[in-house]
């Protein structure tokens, strides 16, 4: 089955930027999302974009600030992060949707990756 692989997390100032990317084993025509899980809060919902990238959908939290891409000639999504705050805190995961459709809930999601940490100081 398609595995992902996130990179691009770090440790960042507040008001720094990161570009995380998600690498997909094979190709996906499915719809694929950014989660962030931080300590005593359930994975929450960052963005998504759908195979073709002409739907692409933001939390309130990050919207502004956030870009989701994604190039199916390389299997990549990224999510280009700005402005970050500290509150930005947590493991980013990406996820790949059981369709094309994006959606909030995380048990829609049939693989996921391991994660990347994203640290902001303030």
């Known amino acids: 089955q398609v595995r992902l692989v996130e990179s691009g997390g770090g440790l960042v100032q507040a008001g720094g930027s990161l570009r995380l990317s998600c690498v997909a084993s094979?190709?996906?025509?499915?719809?694929m999302t950014w989660f962030r899980r931080t300590p005593g809060v359930d994975r929450e919902f960052v963005a998504g974009?759908?195979?073709?990238?002409?739907?692409?959908s933001y939390s309130d939290s990050v919207k502004g600030r956030a870009t989701v891409s994604r190039d199916n000639a390389k299997n990549t999504v990224y999510l280009q992060m700005n402005s970050l705050k500290p509150e930005d805190t947590a493991v980013y995961f990406c996820?790949?949707?059981?369709?094309?459709?994006?959606?909030?809930?995380?048990?829609?999601?049939?693989?996921w990756g391991q994660g990347t940490q994203v640290t902001v100081s303030p």
């Open positions: 996820a790949i949707s059981r369709g094309d459709a994006i959606w909030l809930d995380p048990k829609e999601y049939i693989v």
């Open positions: 974009i759908a195979w073709n990238g002409a739907i692409t």
């Open positions: 094979g190709r996906t025509f499915n719809a």
